[in-house]
């Protein structure tokens, strides 16, 4: 919705046409309608994925510059509204992907924006329109890869709910702006957030990765229908994410434990650890609905007053995948 002129820098861009619509919608409210407004929901960022990975500073510039054009619609701050982002659909490029990915964190740390990433993998979702078996998991045919299917992008919305709540009630207690007019001043640590996070691979031989997760109140991993034959995960055999070497994709991932995984890779490495990166997912790939390793929050139970799904209905009780990597893991020689 910005506006590109012939200033490089894009941080200094305007508005452009579809900007300016939303700003003339919103001007229409009343303000208290506008101050139920309680987060600014960034679900992917299409043609932002077609970049090249070099332009990261470029696109966190224009990130930046349109969350401010955004709230300055609004007239709040950042510390009253906070911005939810999710991870990029695998659609367009490996490099502008994996760029968007690596930015992202970038932006979230910065406290003065308030971000935060609400939906850490998109990839395990299905084309709109594609023929899916949901006793295998596979695709039979591709559908359009351009956008989600009405499942997903409800399901997506679904499990960004937890980590968007948790944002705005953190927002609202640190300004005393409660746009929701709950009396609610925490939420359980036992009620699910987001997925696991991978916090270290351990190269045990040349094909044999040992990738060990760190959960979020949740107590085991789940490793289903295609995700046994170890779809999503890849290593870059020497190279970078800006100079890519050899991507090795997997042919299997089996649980080891509650916090381990072993994915085996259908070709052998040939460079040292310190050259090898881990990602899920490479890239642009897809991992199709139901095939990514998750962990069990669905069978866990919940604390009293906070079971979404005995109040709504069980399609509120998903497992949460693991999530994406922004940034590579290095490989190590060390099991820890």
Not at 109 to 133: C, E, H, I, K, Y
Not at 161 to 190: C, Y
Not at 217 to 235: C, E, K, Y
């Amino acid at each position: 919705m910005g506006k590109q002129s012939a200033d490089p820098n894009p941080g200094g861009w305007s508005l452009g046409t579809d900007g300016l619509a939303v700003e003339a919608y919103l001007a229409g409210w009343s303000a208290a309608d506008l101050a139920d407004i309680a987060t600014i929901v960034w679900p992917w960022f299409e043609s932002d994925s077609t970049r090249e990975y070099s332009e990261g500073a470029f696109w966190q510039a224009g990130a930046q510059n349109f969350l401010a054009l955004v709230r300055g619609m609004l007239g709040r701050t950042a510390a009253s509204l906070p911005l939810a982002w999710w991870d990029p659909i695998a659609f367009w490029t490996n490099p502008g992907i994996l760029m968007i990915r690596n930015e992202m964190p970038a932006t979230s740390l910065f406290s003065a924006q308030n971000a935060v990433r609400a939906m850490p993998l998109t990839a395990d979702s299905n084309p709109r329109g594609a023929t899916w078996d949901a006793n295998t998991g596979l695709i039979t045919a591709a559908g359009d890869n351009n956008h989600l299917d009405a499942t997903d992008n409800l399901r997506l919305g679904q499990v960004s709910a937890g980590p968007i709540a948790r944002a705005v009630l953190a927002s609202a207690l640190a300004t005393g702006l409660d746009p929701v007019g709950d009396s609610i001043t925490a939420i359980p640590p036992g009620v699910p957030s987001v997925g696991p996070t991978i916090t270290h691979a351990y190269r045990q031989s040349n094909t044999v990765i040992i990738v060990t997760v760190l959960h979020n109140a949740r107590t085991d991993l789940i490793v289903p229908l295609q995700a046994v034959n170890g779809v999503g995960w890849a290593v870059m055999d020497g190279g970078n994410e800006a100079i890519p070497g050899t991507v090795r994709t997997a042919t299997a991932c089996a649980r080891v434990d509650a916090t381990h995984l072993q994915v085996t890779l259908g070709s052998a490495l040939t460079s040292a650890s310190s050259g090898c990166l881990l990602f899920y997912p490479y890239g642009n790939t897809w991992i199709y609905r139901g095939n990514a390793v998750t962990d069990n929050s669905a069978s866990v139970e919940r604390p009293a007053g906070w079971d979404i799904g005995a109040d709504l209905g069980s399609f509120w009780d998903w497992n949460l995948p693991v999530q994406a990597t922004d940034a590579p893991i290095q490989l190590s020689d060390s099991p820890t």
